[in-house]
């Protein structure tokens, strides 16, 4: 059974920068095209960045050239590097994995920018 877990999440004030981290087991995660959501209360989750199996990249306007999805295969782990964090990033972060039908979730780990 496919799992992800997110870890690197926290309390930062606006300017600084977090590191998350997506650490996947049970499926082929090279092969995979893999991404990271937000989702604030009473909002729909929503598509931060994504990177396919041959590392192609996909990001929010909202954050282009502000965050940087990247994996490591050998490690079976997708990041989410967050720099100049802004209080409208605050939100609980999920890492998805795609593939036939519904994208596979993590648990989801809380970001929280301070002004």
């Known amino acids: 059974q496919v799992q992800l877990v997110e870890s690197g999440g926290g309390l930062v004030q606006a300017g600084g920068s977090l590191t998350l981290s997506c650490a996947t087991s049970g499926s082929i995660f090279s092969s995979s095209a893999m991404g990271w959501y937000r989702q604030t209360p009473g909002k729909q989750r929503e598509l931060v960045a994504s990177?396919?199996?041959?590392?192609?990249?996909n990001y929010a306007g909202s954050v282009k050239d502000r965050f940087t999805i990247s994996r490591d295969n050998a490690k079976n782990t997708v990041y989410l590097h967050m720099n100049s964090l802004k209080p409208e990033d605050t939100a609980v972060y999920f890492c998805?994995?795609?593939?036939?039908?519904?994208?596979?979730w993590g648990q989801g780990t809380q970001v929280t920018v301070s002004s």
């Open positions: 998805a994995k795609f593939g036939p039908g519904s994208p596979l």
């Open positions: 990177i396919g199996s041959s590392g192609s990249r």
